[in-house]
């Protein structure tokens, strides 16, 4: 059972431009460690946060990514493929997830070139559906990346929360076990003046 309260893992806060930013937020039962990688953040060319969660059968980095419309995209490529170097590890699982700003349902000159860096590290997009429908237009440009090896019985589905423009995306990784350690439940008998006699 996850809680409804959650705290911030990890952000990366704009300081030259107006408006934006980003953030991770995790249920606060989970067991988490904020990783620092801030300094890879350059604000119009790729935003960056992440955090690693622990479970009892593996170490779970989830990086989340931003990429601005005005952005240089050689730029933002080669600062995810330093930052995703850094983090990638074969006892690690790695979940890299945004807005990319390119749309995986149609092809682009941006699309082959993502892939190419992402599907160097053993990770794939999994989104096939809309994750943004702009009045007549639908297009994917929000994506989650994961080794579909190591998940192969993965489920993702959209999630219409009505708090942007853009619906979120909800990964579902079953054989990942998260134990709630904040929620235990304990059934102990009441001993008083009454139910001793019983």
């Known amino acids: 059972m996850i809680s409804n309260k959650y705290t911030v893992g990890a952000k990366f806060c704009r300081k030259a431009h107006k408006g934006g930013g980003m953030c991770i937020l995790i249920d606060e039962n989970l067991h988490f460690t904020n990783i620092n990688i801030d300094k890879y953040s350059e604000e119009s060319d790729i935003e960056i946060c992440a955090i690693r969660v622990y479970t009892p059968a593996c170490q779970i980095a989830v990086v989340t990514v931003y990429r601005s419309p005005t952005g240089d995209i050689t730029n933002f490529l080669n600062i995810l493929e330093t930052t995703t170097d850094k983090l990638y590890k074969n006892t690690t699982n ?24 992402i599907n160097s590290y053993s990770l794939y997009s999994i989104i096939e559906f809309p994750t943004r429908t702009y009045y007549t237009t639908s297009t994917a440009i929000d994506n989650v990346f994961i080794n579909k090896f190591k998940h192969d019985n993965y489920k993702i589905y959209p999630l219409i929360n009505g708090l942007s423009d853009h619906d979120a995306q ?17 059934t102990y008998r009441e001993i008083n003046e009454y139910s001793i006699p019983k």
């Not at 909800?170 to 304990?186: R, S």
């Open 94 to 117: 790695l979940i890299i997830c945004g807005d990319f700003k390119i749309n995986y349902l149609s092809d682009s000159k941006e699309k082959p070139k993502l892939n190419s860096l």
């Open 170 to 186: 909800v990964l579902n990784l079953p054989n990942t076990f998260i134990p709630n350690n904040g929620n235990e439940l304990f």
